[in-house]
């Protein structure tokens, strides 16, 4: 499967707060995904990630490697 920063995934499981997007900040190894509901961030392997994924959408197809493609609901590194 073919997943990549920024896309934004359709989990197969919701999460407790009721979403099922997940958007993907970081691949590798690992995913770094941030629920599009609560905001929360996590990591999980990839084969895991892999098989809880339903459908991937990517709505900006052809912007690859910027950084600011993802749709910021709270964006990255905006903690204080
Ligand atoms: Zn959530």
Redo the contacts with the bound molecule.
């Keep these: 499967m073919d997943i990549r920063k920024g896309d934004r995934l359709v989990m197969k499981k919701k999460?407790?707060?009721g979403?099922n997007e997940m958007i993907v900040l970081r691949t590798g190894m690992d995913f770094k995904l941030r629920?599009a509901?609560?905001a929360?961030e996590f990591m999980i392997p990839r084969s895991k990630a892999e098989r809880s994924v339903k459908a991937v959408s990517r709505p900006d197809e052809g912007s690859e490697g910027s950084e600011g493609t993802e749709d910021t609901e709270g964006t990255e590194g905006g903690r204080s």
């Design positions: 999460h407790p707060c979403a629920c509901g609560c929360r």
